[in-house]
């Protein structure tokens, strides 16, 4: 199986400590929330997973530390019931307590797994939301909901299923309200913001 691009770095603050997650082939990770401002000034709140030793070479980290983040956007299925159904994070393959502008960088590249959906903002904005197969290795493949605008959303508009897509952009995170038994319940969604298309590799290689 070809593994695709997936490559993202994230400078920002942690929103709150390091917290135990799971255990994997006997190596302990950890998970932490890291906001990340953007241009408008709003925030992004990205869920970032690392190993316990890669955060054993800081001191403990702290709510407002500064934190920098290069690794690859992962997802998968929650069937707990509890949440949302698609899990989106962030795997760090490596951190530094570097100090510097917020930035958040994603290069993706994938397969369209579902048609995609083009559409209207109520302010008359067009939107593409598209569902992206990136290829990990292993026989894996993280399923990645993406979104572009304006004139990219026309170009996504026109791919088909089984479309190579290659692209820039961010990743973001959006609260929304679900209604669930009745009472109004605050979840948080995560995207792919495309911000330019690049060219696909036929085969991505770190």
Same mark, same amino acid.
């Given at each position: 199986?070809?593994?695709?691009?997936?490559?993202? /770095?994230?400078?920002?603050?942690?929103?709150?400590?390091?917290?135990?997650?799971?255990?994997?082939?006997?190596?302990? +990770?950890?998970?932490?929330?890291?906001?990340?401002?953007?241009?408008?000034?709003?925030?992004?709140?990205?869920?970032?997973?690392?190993?316990?030793?890669?955060?054993?070479?800081?001191?403990?980290?702290?709510?407002?530390?500064?934190?920098?983040?290069?690794?690859?956007? #992962?997802? /998968?299925?929650? #069937?707990?019931?509890?949440?949302?159904?698609?899990?989106?994070?962030?795997?760090? $393959?490596?951190?530094?307590?570097?100090?510097?502008? %917020?930035?958040?960088?994603?290069? =993706?590249?994938?397969?369209?797994?579902?048609?995609?959906?083009?559409?209207?903002?109520?302010?008359?904005?067009?939107?593409? %939301?598209?569902?992206?197969?990136?290829?990990?290795? +292993?026989?894996?493949?993280?399923?990645?909901?993406?979104?572009?605008?304006?004139?990219?959303? +026309? $170009?996504?508009?026109?791919?088909?299923?089984?479309?190579?897509?290659? =692209?820039?952009? #961010?990743?973001?995170?959006?609260?929304?309200?679900?209604?669930?038994?009745?009472?109004?319940?605050? #979840?948080?969604? /995560?995207?792919?913001?495309?911000?330019?298309?690049?060219?696909?590799?036929?085969? +991505?290689?770190?």
């Amino acid at each position: 199986m070809q593994t695709n691009k997936n490559k993202i /770095f994230l400078r920002g603050r942690l929103a709150a400590p390091p917290a135990p997650s799971h255990v994997n082939h006997g190596i302990p +990770y950890l998970t932490f929330p890291l906001t990340v401002r953007r241009l408008s000034g709003a925030e992004d709140r990205l869920n970032v997973v690392a190993s316990q030793e890669q955060l054993d070479q800081f001191p403990p980290l702290e709510a407002g530390d500064p934190l920098a983040v290069w690794g690859e956007v #992962r997802t /998968f299925n929650n #069937r707990s019931g509890v949440g949302s159904r698609l899990v989106v994070s962030v795997f760090a $393959r490596e951190l530094s307590r570097e100090e510097g502008e %917020d930035e958040n960088r994603l290069e =993706l590249s994938g397969t369209l797994c579902k048609p995609p959906a083009l559409r209207s903002t109520p302010l008359g904005r067009t939107i593409c %939301d598209m569902i992206l197969a990136a290829n990990r290795r +292993y026989g894996r493949a993280d399923y990645l909901p993406c979104i572009a605008w304006g004139s990219l959303a +026309y $170009r996504c508009g026109a791919m088909e299923v089984g479309d190579t897509l290659a =692209l820039e952009g #961010r990743l973001q995170s959006r609260v929304y309200t679900k209604e669930i038994d009745g009472q109004p319940q605050e #979840r948080t969604a /995560f995207e792919v913001s495309v911000m330019s298309l690049t060219e696909p590799e036929e085969l +991505y290689i770190e």
